[in-house]
């Protein structure tokens, strides 16, 4: 029970001070001047006024309001090193039953560092963690917040202004961990393909600097070169970007013995791989009606630096016309399929024919380049079917068919095979999916046997119409008609002609997106996304190995004709390796190089400063007779401004209470009040009447 006085008025305060304030004058003045009676007029006056101002005694009742206690619970995957999970554990479970003993404590538990976002897992976040948990209380009920953690908190403030409460920190760990990490310095995020790209790296010890560890560098999961690097020193590092899009370079050191955690014994960089520009050679053999679509496709992608020759006199052509008259430029075949040859990326024949332009011996030197890795497109007209074409010249062992003669000439829709429809060059053309195609007609093709390699596109009579096909190293493409030019000119609506060709060009110059047998994997948050690209029925199902070693096997459903996919959420940051079949992959799941794992030493210097600001404390939890040894709990005023001590540590009690009830006792009131005032004027007339 809490027991006040309180006034309540008869009258405003401004009319009371207008009536007591003449009397009490006169009051004064016959005090001072001595008259008889002035006291027993003083307490008339004062009854008067008391009756007036009318007090009243409450009696309240309330009931106290408990302290609230946070307990921080760190979850976060360096937790998972050795035994701080198990010791995390014990010492949760054993603060919770002592705090249940206390009834002046309300507890919060909140856990922290394992939310369902990556980026929430790549940092240990106690303090935003804690502010969540208080935020509807004011900081006087705060009684002060216990943290248990390994003590690599991300989030610490600078000092201890603003906090509520002692806080107390409990490290996990062991006092005598050693651990040896390995991280990069200086990683760009892009580099030209087949250019030396330079990087920095640097390997710590918490033993400190000094000496020599070996260094393996893996540039998409293959051993690209092994290094020594002095521990502490930051190194150099010259890699070779050796694909366009997405590369992993990882960089990896031996496990010490005995020490801490393997985890960041690995560093990963991505570096997107980017081409220069492509060099494309295009020799028209005449010119013709698609002559042009295949210069202005290629003139307008700024990645292709082109070379374009158009033939248009033959050596047989002899008018008589002077040499200086004709407005040409030579040919300059040597230079160009013997001296450069290597510095093309893509050569396109469009409609060309044997006829002595290029010595016999050259299309030797062509063949060869296809075989040691170039690209040959060859895009067919009547000539291919007449005695002058290629096909009669040495390049005939690179062709992935021959002509056998015939040239149809009649209407048709060029209609995907059901190979066509799983290769990615054909796959999902706009317009295939309908019967017949939303795309205008040809109106010629030429006939050839025994095709080799992937047939992807028709025509009339089912003939193949296009050819995608491989040769040793390199690959090449057959386009057997010349009316691709229709779809460009919009003849019926024309056709899906920039993607496809697009896409011819960049499967023959060996986009790793175009690969018929590719495998890639995607972290999506704490998702794997896992795609499979295949010419095969089924793909089985993909093998996913954890950084911590766990494997898991994961189904892969078919989506689209070619394409499978499978998708698993994972609760662990970092590289993953993914295998199906003869293919492998890597993908990295959260942020490259968290600050969760830069540093997985357990330590109490970090959250010091901010506990002894608040006047709690840091301590390291031991293993003792029968589980952890904690300190005792005691409960300190809320002004005191010291809550820890060798073996207890303290938490705030609050002085905050919540109002049930009040009774009011008015003291001025009824037969009591108006027997006082009476009394009071009665002895003052009794006193003037003697």
Known sequence: MDWSVSFDPLFSWGVLALLLAPLTLLMALSLLLGRRGALLRLAALAALALALVNPVLLEEERDPLQSVVALVVDESQSQDIGNRAETT????????????RFDEFEVRVVEAGRGEAADERTETRLFEALEGTLRDVPPSRVAGTIMVTDGQVHDTPANATGFSGPLHALITGEDDERDRRVR????????????????????????????????????????????????????????????????????????????????????????????????????????????????????????????????????????????????????????????????????????????????????????EYVENGGALLIAAGPEFAGNQSIARTPLISALPALPNGEVTETGF???????????????GLDGSASEPPQWSRWFRIVGVEQPEGHVVMEGAGERPLLLLSRRGEGRIGMFLSDQGWLWARGYEGGGPYVALYRRIAHWLMKEPDLEEERLTATGRGMQLEITRQTMEDEAGTATMTAPSGETRDVPLTAGEPGLFRGTMEVDEIGLYQVANGELSTLAHVG?????????????????????????????????????????????????????????????????DSVLKSVKRVPLFAGFLGLGLLLLAIGAMWYREGR
């Open 89 to 100: 554990r014990q010492a949760v479970q054993t603060l919770q039953e002592r705090l249940e």
């Open 413 to 427: 829709h060029p209609r995907l095979t059901e190979t066509g429809e799983r290769h990615p060059v054909t796959r």
């Open 184 to 367: 990069f310095e200086r990683a760009p995020r892009f580099g030209i393909v087949g250019t030396p790209l330079e990087m920095t790296y640097r390997v710590l010890d918490s033993a400190g600097e000094g000496g020599q560890v070996e260094v393996e560098v893996f540039v998409n999961g293959e051993l690209a070169l092994i290094e020594q690097a002095v521990i502490g020193r930051e190194m150099p590092l010259e890699i070779t970007v050796p694909n366009a899009g997405r590369n992993i370079v990882e960089l990896r050191i031996p496990v010490l013995e005995g020490e801490l955690t393997e985890t960041n014994n690995r560093a990963v960089a991505l570096v997107d791989g980017i081409r220069e520009n492509l060099r494309v050679l295009l020799v028209s053999g005449e010119p013709h009606s698609g002559e042009r679509t295949w210069r202005n496709l290629l003139k307008s992608d700024a990645s292709v630096d082109l070379v374009h020759f158009t033939i248009l006199r033959p050596p047989e052509k002899q008018d008589g016309t002077p040499i200086n008259e004709l407005s040409l430029i030579a040919f300059p075949t040597r230079e160009l399929f013997v001296e450069k040859i290597e510095d093309f990326d893509l050569i396109i024949f469009d409609r060309y024919q044997h006829r002595d332009v290029l010595p016999v011996l050259y299309y030797d030197y062509i063949a």
């Open 591 to 655: 942020p490259v190089n968290a600050p969760e794992f830069a540093d997985t030493i357990s330590t109490e210097n970090v959250l010091a400063p901010v506990a002894e600001g608040t006047g709690g404390s840091v301590r390291r939890l031991q293993e003792g007779v029968g589980g952890i040894t904690l300190p005792n709990i005691v409960p300190v005023r809320a002004n005191a401004t010291t809550a820890a001590g060798r073996d207890w540590m303290g938490l705030r009690t609050t002085n």
